[in-house]
């Protein structure tokens, strides 16, 4: 099979991936289990492309069931290099409003229930995430939703909670203190994981809500999320057309050698077993 150039992981609102040609869906068994649904690849825009529904067909997985860890696998075996992230948040800022979009670029990781890692078993890596977004990739992808004309925002920290339930009125203003931005529930581990893999990656973030903080705004409900979404989705379409139209072939960023320094276990200690479940991301460092 050809070569994935980039893949799209579709969070709530949007599971399926228009305008993709020659499309055809892979049922891939990982280490880590299975993805969250078939992955769907095809050519947009004269690149291969990979699209995969985060939460399921029909959304039937949580927030902390969704098997992150053969996601990113998976994409990273269809020799994807870039994922872009679409997720639905909540704001956590009066000027971050229900309908924009924001390409953040930091992660508070609030969780507590999700393997965050592909290593254990034998072999250690401490990857570094200081900026857990690609700066070329987010650069990218504020270019390409801008000319949607969508109102976007750049930058913010994103904090990601278990869930699946919302916040209470008291975490919400507590992450607002802290200096949050907006509020989601999957960008953890999913770009720690991408970063591991050696995957660029970035997210955009559609604003359907201001959680439960604001005072003249109704608190945040399903309903209220998938409205937004629906008004949205098509620009969230627009945009990656615009940014697959666009994209350069190579990159010229450093996620690509993410673990050149961050393995630390000696190879002559590593069990076979987990040398041979990790090949795809560290064989390169280990021959």
């Not at 098997?67 to 269809?78: E, F, G, H, T, V």
């Amino acid at each position: 099979m050809e070569k994935v150039s980039i893949a799209i992981i579709g969070g709530s609102g949007l599971y399926h991936m228009s305008g993709l040609q020659n499309a055809a869906e892979h049922n891939i068994d990982t280490p880590f289990g299975k993805p969250s649904a078939p992955i769907v690849v095809g050519t947009l825009e004269g690149m291969r492309v990979a699209f995969l529904a985060r939460h399921g067909i029909g959304h039937h997985i949580t927030p902390t069931e969704v098997p992150y860890r053969a996601n990113i696998y998976a994409l990273k075996l269809l020799g994807a290099e870039r994922i872009i992230s679409i997720s639905a948040c909540g704001s956590l800022r009066e000027d971050y409003a229900p309908g924009d979009i924001v390409i953040p670029d930091n992660i508070y990781d609030n969780t507590k229930d999700r393997a965050r890692s592909f290593f254990g078993d034998g072999l250690v890596a401490h990857i570094g995430v200081a900026d857990p977004f690609c700066t070329d990739l987010s650069n990218d992808l504020e270019a390409a939703v801008r000319a949607t004309n969508a109102k976007t925002h750049r930058g913010g920290s994103f904090i990601t909670i278990e869930g699946p339930r919302f916040s209470t009125k008291a975490e919400s203003n507590a992450f607002r203190a802290w200096g949050m931005s907006i509020i989601g529930m999957t960008a953890s581990p999913e770009a720690f994981l991408a970063r591991e893999a050696e995957i660029c990656y970035a997210t955009m973030a559609h604003v359907t809500d201001y959680d439960v903080w604001h005072e003249s705004e109704e608190p945040v409900t399903v309903e209220m999320v998938i409205q937004t979404l629906n008004k949205n989705t098509q620009k969230a379409q627009e945009a990656i057309h615009n940014l697959v139209r666009g994209l350069n072939a190579q990159r010229n960023c450093k996620c690509g050698e993410a673990l050149a320094t961050a393995l630390i276990t000696d190879p002559k200690v590593i069990p076979a077993e987990t040398r041979q479940k990790l090949d795809l991301l560290v064989g390169k460092y280990l021959k």
